[in-house]
């Protein structure tokens, strides 16, 4: 085996990278689920940002009062194109926060796990693909 081989790494590497955000994002957003504190909060505001290509994103900003009392505003971690109906300025939605930290946070209906399971699977594809291509040059020697 010559040279070619470390080209391999750079896709094993991207599946690496991947598939750990996205375990630690489904392991965050599962650990929420099952220890969250669910609320009532209020949409105060939208964080538009602009990204290179000059596309916009708009994340909500929640605010709610834990069971303790403490007052919480943070934006989404997640942005999108568009606000759809029932996430605009001013709307009521359902927050699940952490009472260990409240800073960890998912608004109900927007915040999902759809980003964290596709970057889940295709880290999974590109590290398995990659780990089979070498295994079977290094068996083919």
């Not at 896709?11 to 957003?29: A, D, Q």
């Not at 919480?72 to 971690?77: K, L, P, V, W």
């Not at 800073?103 to 999902?112: L, N």
């Not at 399971?117 to 040059?137: E, H, W």
Request: charged share 20%.
């Amino acid at each position: 085996m010559e040279r070619e081989w470390l080209f391999s790494l750079i896709p094993l590497t991207i599946g690496v990278v991947f598939l750990s955000f996205g375990v630690y994002g489904l392991r965050r957003s599962s650990a929420l689920r099952r220890t969250g504190v669910v609320v009532k909060g209020w949409i105060v505001r939208h964080d538009v940002r602009r990204d290179d290509e000059g596309a916009t994103f708009h994340y909500p900003v929640a605010a709610w009062t834990t069971r303790d009392g403490l007052e919480c505003e943070y934006a989404s971690r997640f942005g999108r194109g568009n606000v759809r109906g029932g996430f605009g300025v001013g709307a009521s939605v359902l927050v699940q926060y952490d009472p260990e930290d409240p800073r960890r946070f998912a608004i109900k209906g927007w915040d999902v796990a759809t980003v964290e399971l596709l970057l889940t699977v295709l880290g999974s594809v590109f590290t398995a693909g990659t780990l089979v291509v070498l295994l079977v040059r290094v068996l083919a020697l």
